[in-house]
T-cell receptor, first 113, second 113 residues
Framework: GAGVSQTPSNKVTEKGKYVELRCDPI?????LYWYRQSLGQGPEFLIY????????DSGLPNDRFFAVRPEGSVSTLKIQRTERGDSAVYLC???????????FGPGTRLTVL | GENVEQHPSTLSVQEGDSAVIKCTYS??????FPWYKQELGKRPQLIID?????GEKKDQRIAVTLNKTAKHFSLHITETQPEDSAVYFC????????????FGRGTQLTVWP
C-alpha cells in the first residue's frame, strides 16, 4: 500500500512568512509524529499525535510552531513568522501504535531566505 | 530527556569487511532501540530494531546487540556491500515518552568496492 507522503517536497519562503506543511500517514495508522532534521544531524522530535489529539508536544521549539490533526488522519505543521533558523527537512512518520515501527515520509525541505 | 551518543561519525570499510556502529543512552527505562538507514536525499528506513527484553537480534547480514546494564547497543553489518553505503542512525524510545524517538547524530558508512 501507499507509504507516508508529504507535501510540498520543497518550500522556499521569506523570513517572517507563514508556512504549512502537510503529512498523509499510512491509512489506519493512529500515531503520527513530526521530526525536524538539520544537515548532518539526526531527526529531532517535534510533536506526537495519537488520533486527533497531541499526546506530546514537548519538542515544539516555541509558540511559532503549531500542528493539527483534526480528523485523526492528515496532519498539518504550521510555522508562523518563519526565521532562517527554521530551515531544515521536516519529516513526518506514522505507526500503528505508539510502541510500533515508525514509517517515515520523504520530508519537506524548508528554506527560509 | 534521553541523551543518545553515536560513534563513529564516519566509517570507511572495504567491501566484504564488517562494520560496527555503537550507541549509548542515558535513560535506564528506555525499552525500544531501532536502527534507521538513510540514503542521500531519501527518507529514513528501519533496518532492524530490538526491544529491552532481548539481548541480540539478527536479520541476514545485520545484527543488533543490546547491553542494558551498560546502556549501550550496537549495529553489526557483515559482508558489507557498496549498496550499504548510507547514513545510519540509532534511536531510543524512553520509558515514559509515549512513542517519541531520540536519535543519534548518525554514522556515514562508506563501503569501497
Amino acid at each position: 500500500g501507499a507509504g507516508v507522503s508529504q507535501t510540498p517536497s520543497n518550500k522556499v519562503t521569506e523570513k517572517g512568512k507563514y508556512v504549512e506543511l502537510r503529512c498523509d500517514p499510512i491509512s489506519g495508522h493512529t500515531a503520527l509524529y513530526w521530526y525536524r532534521q538539520s544537515l548532518g544531524q539526526g531527526p529531532e522530535f517535534l510533536i506526537y499525535f495519537q488520533g486527533t489529539g497531541a499526546a506530546d508536544d514537548s519538542g515544539l521549539p516555541n509558540d511559532r510552531f503549531f500542528a493539527v490533526r483534526p480528523e485523526g488522519s492528515v496532519s498539518t505543521l504550521k510555522i508562523q513568522r518563519t526565521e532562517r533558523g527554521d530551515s531544515a527537512v521536516y519529516l513526518c512518520a506514522s505507526s500503528s501504535g505508539p510502541g510500533n515501527e515508525q514509517f517515515f515520509g520523504p520530508g519537506t525541505r524548508l528554506t527560509v531566505l | 530527556g534521553e541523551n543518545v551518543e553515536q560513534h563513529p561519525s564516519t566509517l570507511s570499510v572495504q567491501e566484504g569487511d564488517s562494520a560496527v556502529i555503537k550507541c549509548t543512552y542515558s535513560d535506564s527505562a528506555s525499552n525500544y532501540f531501532p536502527w534507521y538507514k538513510q540514503e542521500l536525499g531519501k527518507r529514513p528506513q528501519l533496518i532492524i530494531d530490538i526491544r529491552s527484553n532481548v539481548g541480540e537480534k539478527k536479520d541476514q547480514r545485520i545484527a543488533v546487540t543490546l547491553n542494558k546494564t551498560a546502556k549501550h547497543f550496537s549495529l553489526h553489518i557483515t559482508e558489507t556491500q557498496p549498496e550499504d553505503s548510507a547514513v545510519y542512525f540509532c534511536a531510543v524510545r524512553g520509558g515514559s515518552t509515549l512513542g517519541r524517538l531520540y536519535f543519534g547524530r548518525g554514522t556515514q558508512l562508506t563501503v569501497w568496492p
